[in-house]
């Protein structure tokens, strides 16, 4: 039972590049969720999702899109990366919405 | 002013010590409270969850709620080296849909 599983661990952009990070849970979690981690900062919410085909935006949510084809995977695309979006990117799922999360270890990004 | 404060430490304290950890809040509204334990380059994982106000133990851990102060704490017993890590709060509310607001944390080391 891996749990949720984030590729990749480290990346390095430049500015204007975009990528995908990928996360998969196999716990058969509704709710999933993608947030930042900066120094000084608690967890902010980008995007969410309450199940397949249904995302909504968190508190964070310009520069990012989400999509949720399946109940598994929940990847997260930055469209045109910028420093400002240098980060811990960690991904988390739950069975519902009002139940604890369980992280993925993250993904470290640097935006050059 | 943050909607939940957290003192970032460090908190260094000698092994078999009595830790306490807290946060304070502003929104009377949160509901559902949650300890986290984030080691250094890896996800959150929970410790404790509760909801409303009380006292809830599991085994060296104890998380407190008293909503009418607006003040969480988490206290370790019998503290460990193992224990050294980022310890987060969170907490959530049913009229903002669950969402999640972070503590930044506080790194906890628990010295041999």
């Known amino acids: 039972n891996a749990g949720v599983t984030q590729t990749p661990k480290f990346q390095v952009l430049k500015t204007g590049q975009s990528m995908t990070l990928q996360c998969a849970q196999d716990?058969?979690?509704?709710?999933m969720s993608w947030y930042r981690q900066d120094p000084g900062m608690g967890l902010r919410l980008i995007h969410y999702s309450v199940g397949a085909g249904i995302t909504d935006q968190g508190e964070v949510p310009n520069g990012y899109n989400v999509s949720r084809s399946t109940t598994e995977d929940f990847p997260l695309r930055l469209l045109s990366a910028a420093p400002s979006q240098t980060s811990v990117y960690f991904c988390?799922?739950?069975?519902?919405?009002?139940?604890?999360?369980?992280f993925g270890d993250g993904t470290r990004l640097s935006i050059l | 002013q943050k909607e939940v404060e957290q003192d970032p430490g460090p908190l260094s304290v000698p092994e078999g010590a009595i830790v306490s950890l807290n946060c304070t809040y502003s929104n009377s509204a949160f509901q559902y409270f949650m300890w986290y334990r984030q080691y250094s380059r890896k996800g959150p994982e929970l410790l404790m969850y509760t909801y409303s106000s009380g006292n809830k133990e599991d085994g060296r851990f104890t998380a407190q709620v008293d909503k009418s102060s607006k003040y969480i704490s988490l206290f370790i017993r019998d503290s460990q080296p193992s224990d050294s890590a980022t310890y987060l709060c969170a907490m959530s509310a049913e009229d903002s849909n669950y969402q999640l607001i972070w503590g930044a944390g506080t790194k906890l080391i628990i010295k041999p």
């Open positions: 716990m058969n979690h509704e709710y």
């Open positions: 988390a799922s739950s069975y519902d919405i009002n139940q604890p999360q369980h």
